[in-house]
């Protein structure tokens, strides 16, 4: 018989997850070069001599990809920190109402970093970009902080939010897979294959999450139990975040 998963299980599976993010975030940052991307800005300058405004692009600084993938790792063992000392009584009593407020404000941060390393692998540089990219993704999990308080209040599931996540969601893929295309019709071709492999795994990743949500509220199966897809999200969180790392590190940051 299948261990029952409890509240208490599911503590010492936070207070696990805190040194293995941890250990994951010291090593890419101790064991990877230092290598570098550009953040740009884009902008119209007028040219004298042609009598034209003309597109530039001028780079404002750069960022280590370590410390860019080391922080979404830190992120997320701060957030199972958190939850397993301060705030476990309200993680505990939103677990008993069928929610998690603490998960969400994570993903908001931590997901939206993710995305933005993956952007970044493919030539999305400009800072406008990468901000609406950030700011979609965290749109998404917010949404879905917006599912679980909505539907505390309502007798039948409202799935409208989910369905706006969703949308939120997906518009990142395609701005990236645009890079992809362009690079292979336009370009030299010559984006890493690593990066194809990163592209495709997270992005199923991100969508096994809708679905953990998707099966927690119709109650299939084990997620007839809240606490199931609970433990769900936190081994979805670990697989995704820790195969971006290490992928990201076994084709740039390896020495």
Request: overall charge positive; hydrophobic content about 55%.
């Amino acid at each position: 018989m299948a261990k029952k998963i409890t509240i208490e299980g599911l503590h010492k599976f936070n207070v696990i997850m805190v040194p293995i993010f941890a250990l994951q975030g010291l090593a890419v940052l101790f064991l990877s070069k230092n290598f570098k991307l550009p953040v740009t800005a884009s902008y119209l300058s007028f040219n004298t001599a042609t009598q034209n405004l003309e597109p530039m692009t001028k780079t404002l600084f750069m960022v280590p990809l370590a410390w860019l993938v080391a922080g979404f790792l830190f992120m997320s063992m701060a957030a199972h920190l958190i939850i397993s000392t301060v705030w476990y009584p309200g993680y505990k009593k939103d677990l008993k109402k069928g929610m998690n407020r603490a998960r969400w404000i994570e993903y908001s941060v931590s997901a939206s970093t993710m995305i933005v390393a993956i952007a970044m692998l493919v030539g999305i540089y400009d800072l406008s970009s990468l901000v609406m990219l950030f700011a979609l993704v965290m749109v998404m999990n917010l949404c879905g902080l917006i599912m679980e308080i909505h539907n505390q209040t309502t007798q039948k599931t409202k799935w409208i939010s989910y369905i706006v996540g969703c949308i939120a969601g997906v518009v990142p893929w395609v701005v990236i897979a645009t890079y992809f295309w362009a690079s292979s019709t336009y370009g030299s071709g010559q984006i890493p294959t690593f990066v194809y492999w990163i592209y495709v795994s997270i992005f199923i990743f991100f969508n096994c999450f809708a679905i953990n949500m998707f099966l927690q509220y119709k109650k299939w199966g084990p997620w007839k139990n809240y606490l199931f897809g609970e433990r769900v999200y936190i081994i979805l969180s670990l697989v995704a975040k820790s195969a971006l790392a290490w992928q990201v590190f076994a084709g740039t940051l390896r020495p």
